[in-house]
């Protein structure tokens, strides 16, 4: 067997080296690699699916067409390409390019994703969507505040004496930081995870506080205020690196009980938390993405950023606000966020766009031209935007759609033409990690099967019939294109890159250790006047109640969070995942359940003015009463359509997605 | 030295990946590997926390010792294979095995288990669970004696598990705020309905009963038919047997292990008096009725052996459905329709109500306990009036009643089983703090 290092390409905060054996064209096995210190051990069960998920029977090998009686049937390239470059060339010269509609997913990263960005631009642009479904409100929040996203590295947990996990559950989403936080706890650190549920990390912590969803501001600022009144705050720190600190001071107002009201956590936990947090050396406090999917979501970080930034907590080992970590986004011009925003100077020519958060409403305000052709890869939004609804309505509308993928999934049904997408063993890649600095090169190490082709050679071969090929790189210059892209970016030479995962040298163990904050007055920024400019929010940190869009009367919060069997949609169609785990159901707490007389297996039917929903109840304690809680990315054949009642909005900041805001009614089902 | 298993419950989040790695590594099905959890409802205050377990390759193997057609055996590092293309799918290994670690294979029709990674081990790479773990949780360990797992819920039964269990005394139980405002009470364990699943074996086993009843009764009273319906009985007996295994076609297997196994050794002496009947219906008289006697006892006491094994509760060893007991019933009736059977009545009677408890049957197994109870005062006041009729009632309601009785035996039989162990448990532990919280709470 041979053997290779290669990574996992997936949207995931821990993106692990692995080892891969190949044996007759192949993947035969998947050993970890240890020598990467963020993921030193096994990979989740999703990266070990990969011995399913690439040899699948069910995975697309061949063009598909739909035939009128919409069946699918196989085609050849040649027929794929000709139609698809003839439909964009019409829809090019009688509506132009915007009328082309390219909408792209999370669904595989690496840096051959550029060639897809290269190919639209080169058409002429294209109708695109801006912001993104996950995670923009808390970099917006973490890039006013201290300048730019990065955090300590993961392995640096290991030396904090109190982890906060505020809203974050590792133990599902990025299981090896629990690795980082058992070291931790075996050197005699604490652990507090706050979160409305009582997920499997908080089975790990020594407190677990269960604010009400959307409340975690109040909370936080709660606290701030209880740490400078106690004389808790780091002045020497403030003094030297904090801009606005007397502002903020001024503007906290909420008291334990007030915070207590709004949170339902009682007046003393909040100040035993303070303590906590006010005499400890050494916190570090793990804000997750789910807490900032509100409308309130930006202040809320730059709410619970305030609390590090007080206390001295930045620049320093084992300590720190680990939201995000992009020191491994070497190769990026414009990073996360500000890539999401719209018009910013790169490509403003070019790009028409949506906003990707209401991309159901805001598709029908598309004139001039409409949309003729959409191009969708590495995404499902079907199931992944909200309000699916009016998704799958925009997306009828659209008389012509192609559809790259591995898989038939609920989007690709819907497809006029279905490309095979590459599998991760397939081309060779750059990837980097949102969470560990590494730059991982991820060879080729198999064939594609059947008649795939790498989504780059697929936009080659277009170009070509669309006389832009000399624009575009073509397979056999692919490698070299790799090559020159990564060339003298980290003070690695390819052949370091090869070998094994490297980290890159301006990439710091101890983030901001030079204090070197990028913000407008250089300083750390309580007080943001951009924040003011940009968005429209209170230029301090300020907690505002989650917007209800008008269902307050519905008794339920609905939380669609990720799980550990999946990444968003993906993997969940597995035969070896629907074997080791249970379908997913929905879960309710035990009082709301026994309230409306549910019991776990009973069906009940979720409901809102943008929907219904419905499937299986699982009673648990894990959810706190007044919530509902089902995963996101579940497929329709499976029970999902969970986004059917989801409130297509955006964040307070960073175009956002403000998907948790939702509220719902539930009611058993009638038989 | 042995090879096994290390697990810290501390550090595992049970992510599954042991259990998929398992099933990808060597085909089988998921499950092989297991999850179980302390606390699956996370009831507070409690703490919640897994155990992942496949085979622990036991010093002394349950599994090896049951087998009746040889297909497990054991390696010179202590590992425990196991031969599917030997297995004829009764499934004796699963009630043998406290850790659930045989799974049948439904559609396949035979056992499935973990062997440790044969080939990959041998390669000289780690098995496939212990390289998937995510978070260090699982290990291999490699011991020359491993210590006993020393957790109430943990069973060892003397058979020396190569298992090291860490991190449960640690294991976290948070301190939730703002405190649960409603009490949660757990599920009571569903225990698996063997009843309807072991349908085969209760037909078998009630022919051997009537089989061998007949044949002692013969022997003992001349005007008891021992002759046609013995051999009858016998022959369907074997032929039920048969829909009771995943692959029957292997059936010819099943006596190889007479040395250690009660079922080869019971699946033996039920071929021999069925041979024997056949004989005594077509030759009477060739074999001695103190012989065909004597073999019929030895067969009941064997049918009784496969279950004590598994299961080595008092309660089933003073059970009056067991093979022996019900035979002994039947005898009587033949025999001494008088004051020695009103005696076995009134003891099964009394047998019955004392093993009820009513919270946790099901309606059909609640009926049967009555019908049981009453069904032996029922018969014998039927007898009295002395018809025809009244006599013909009388019998019926009597074989029924040890028909019924024989069922509650299913019912009652629990092989032990780490799944149960850990629930039965964990609602111990519950129920003791709360009673302990409503005593805090009187006193103060």
């Known amino acids: ?671 | 030295m042995r090879r096994g298993f290390e697990f810290d419950a501390a550090l595992c989040v049970r992510c599954n990946a042991c259990n998929a790695a398992c099933t990808l590594e060597n085909g089988l099905q998921p499950g092989t590997r297991s999850l179980y959890g302390w606390n699956d409802e996370t009831l507070p205050p409690f703490s919640v926390y897994s155990l992942s377990l496949a085979c622990n390759h036991c010093e002394k193997p349950e599994c090896l010792e049951g087998c009746p057609v040889n297909a497990y055996s054991k390696d010179i590092s202590g590992t425990i294979l196991y031969d599917k293309d030997k297995c004829m799918g009764c499934r004796y290994c699963t009630w043998r095995c406290p850790y659930d670690a045989p799974r049948i294979n439904p559609a396949k029709g035979y056992i499935e288990k973990c062997q440790y990674c044969f080939g990959r081990v041998s390669e000289g790479v780690e098995t496939a669970c212990t390289s998937a773990c995510p978070t260090g949780a699982l290990r291999m360990a490699t011991k020359d004696e491993f210590p006993p797992v020393g957790v109430a819920w943990f069973p060892e039964t003397g058979i020396g598990p190569s298992f090291i269990l860490k991190g449960v005394p640690d294991a976290n139980s948070p301190v939730i705020i703002p405190a649960e405002d409603d009490e949660v009470i757990p599920d009571t364990p569903v225990a698996e309905n063997r009843v309807m699943k072991e349908w085969s074996l209760i037909l078998f086993s009630l022919m051997v009963i009537s089989a061998s009843s007949l044949l002692l009764a013969s022997a003992l009273k001349a005007d008891v038919p021992g002759a046609g319906l013995p051999a009858i009985l016998m022959a369907g007996a074997v032929l039920i047997s048969f829909a009771h295994l995943g692959l029957p076609l292997r059936a010819w297997r099943a006596p190889l292990n007479v040395i250690s196994s009660p079922l080869s050794r019971e699946i033996l002496l039920v071929t021999a008096l069925s041979a024997m009947a056949a004989v005594n219906w077509f030759l009477p008289g060739i074999i001695n009725t103190v012989l065909l006697a004597s073999v019929s006892l030895l067969t009941l006491i064997s049918v009784d052996m496969v279950y004590f094994a598994s299961d080595r509760s008092y309660r089933l060893k003073l059970h009056t459905g067991q093979s022996f007991f019900s035979a002994v019933f039947v005898t009587s009736w033949f025999i001494t329709p008088n004051t020695l059977f009103l005696l076995f009545s009134l003891l099964a009677a009394l047998s019955v109500v004392m093993r009820y408890r009513s919270s946790e049957k099901e309606p059909l197994i609640r009926f049967l306990y009555y019908y049981r109870a009453l069904s032996l005062p029922a018969a014998f006041m039927l007898l009295y009036p002395g018809s025809e009729a009244t006599s013909l009632a009388a019998a019926i309601v009597f074989f029924t009643g040890v028909a019924a009785d024989r069922v509650l035996f299913y019912d009652d039989f629990s092989p032990i089983n780490i799944r149960e162990s850990i629930l039965e448990n964990f609602n111990d532990t519950y129920e003791k703090e709360r009673d302990k919280q409503r005593q805090d709470a009187g006193i103060s």
Request: glycine share 8%; aromatic share 10%.
């Open chain 1, 1 to 671: 067997m041979k053997e290779f290092i290669t990574a996992c390409p997936r949207n995931c905060y821990s993106t692990c080296s692995f080892r891969v054996f190949t044996e007759d064209g192949k993947v035969k096995r998947i050993l970890p690699y240890r020598d990467n210190l963020a993921t030193p051990e096994g990979p989740c069960i999703k990266g070990l699916s990969y011995l399913e998920r690439e040899f699948s029977p069910s995975r697309i090998l061949y063009p598909h067409k739909r035939t009128e009686k919409g069946a699918f049937i196989r085609i050849s390239w040649e027929e794929a390409f000709s139609t698809i470059s003839q439909k964009l060339l019409e829809a090019r010269e009688k509506h132009g390019p915007h009328s082309v509609l390219f909408y792209k997913g999370s669904g595989h990263s690496g840096l051959s994703n550029d060639i897809a960005s290269l190919f639209w631009k080169t058409f002429g642009g294209a109708t695109t969507t801006y912001g993104n479904l996950c995670w923009p409100a808390g970099l917006e929040a973490v890039r006013l505040t201290l300048g730019d996203v990065r955090h300590n590295v993961p392995w640096d947990l290991a030396n904090a004496q109190l982890i906060i996990m505020w809203g974050k559950n590792p133990a599902e989403t990025n299981v090896q930081e629990m690795i980082h936080v058992d070291i931790a706890k075996k050197n005699g650190a604490k652990l507090v995870v706050i979160d409305p549920r009582r997920t499997p990390t908080a089975d790990k912590a020594d407190i677990l506080v269960r604010p009400y969803p959307g409340t975690d501001a109040a909370l936080a600022l709660a606290v701030a205020k209880l740490i400078i009144d106690k004389g808790l705050a780091d002045h020497e720190f403030i003094d030297k690196y904090v801009s606005g600190f007397e502002k903020f001071a001024a503007s906290l107002e909420i008291s334990p009980e007030q915070a207590a009201k709004i949170t339902g956590i009682p007046a003393e936990n909040i100040e035993q938390l303070a303590l906590m947090i006010g005499q400890s050396r050494a916190v570090t406090i793990v804000a997750g993405f789910g807490l900032q999917r509100y409308t309130n979501g930006g202040q809320t970080i730059r709410s619970i950023l305030s609390i590090p930034v007080i206390t001295g907590m930045i620049g320093r080992k084992g300590c720190g606000f680990n939201y995000a970590n992009l020191q491994g986004y070497i190769f990026d011009a414009v990073k996360e966020p500000l890539c999401y925003y719209p018009d910013h100077e790169l490509d403003k020519p070019f790009r028409r766009e949506i906003s990707m958060a209401k991309f159901g409403t805001d598709f029908f305000s598309l004139r001039e031209p409409g949309i003729e052709v959409a191009w969708i890869e590495r995404g499902n939004p079907v199931t992944q935007l909200p309000g699916s609804k009016e998704v799958k309505r925009a997306l009828h509308s659209v008389p012509f759609k192609v559809v790259v993928d591995q898989f038939i999934t609920d989007t690709a049904a819907m497809a006029d033409i279905i490309l095979p997408a590459k599998g991760l063993f397939e081309q060779a890649d750059v990837v980097s990690s949102y969470w560990h600095p590494y730059v991982q090169y991820k060879p080729a190490v198999i064939d594609p099967p059947g008649e795939v082709k790498p989504e780059s050679e697929i936009y080659f071969e277009l170009a070509r019939r669309m006389n832009m090929e000399a624009a575009i790189i073509s397979p056999a210059a692919y490698d070299e294109w790799l090559l020159n892209r990564i060339s003298g970016t980290g003070g690695f030479s390819r052949e370091e890159l090869f070998r094994a995962p490297v980290i890159p040298d301006q990439a710091e163990q101890t983030a901001f250790r030079e204090r070197d904050f990028t913000t407008p007055s250089g300083m750390i920024e309580l007080f943001s006047e951009t924040a003011e400019k940009l968005w429209g929010v209170n230029p301090l940190p300020s907690y505002t109640p989650p917007d209800d869009f008008g269902e307050t009367d519905l008794p339920f919060r609905l939380m669609t969070p990720n799980i550990a069997s999946r990444i968003h949609s993906q993997f969940g169609n597995l035969e070896v995942i629907r074997g080791v785990v249970e379908p997913p159901a929905w879960e309710m707490s035990p009082s709301d359940a026994r309230r409306l007389g549910i019991r776990s297996g009973d069906r009940i039917r979720v409901y809102n003015s943008s929907g219904e929903v419905t499937g299986k109840v699982r009673v648990t304690a894990r959810t706190k009463k007044g919530s509902l809680v089902f995963p996101n990315g579940i497929w329709l054949d499976e029970g999902g359509g969970v986004n059917d009642l989801i409130t297509p909005a955006e964040t307070d900041m960073g175009y956002g997605a403000a998907f948790h805001n939702t509220r719902v009614g539930a009611e058993k089902e009638s038989a």
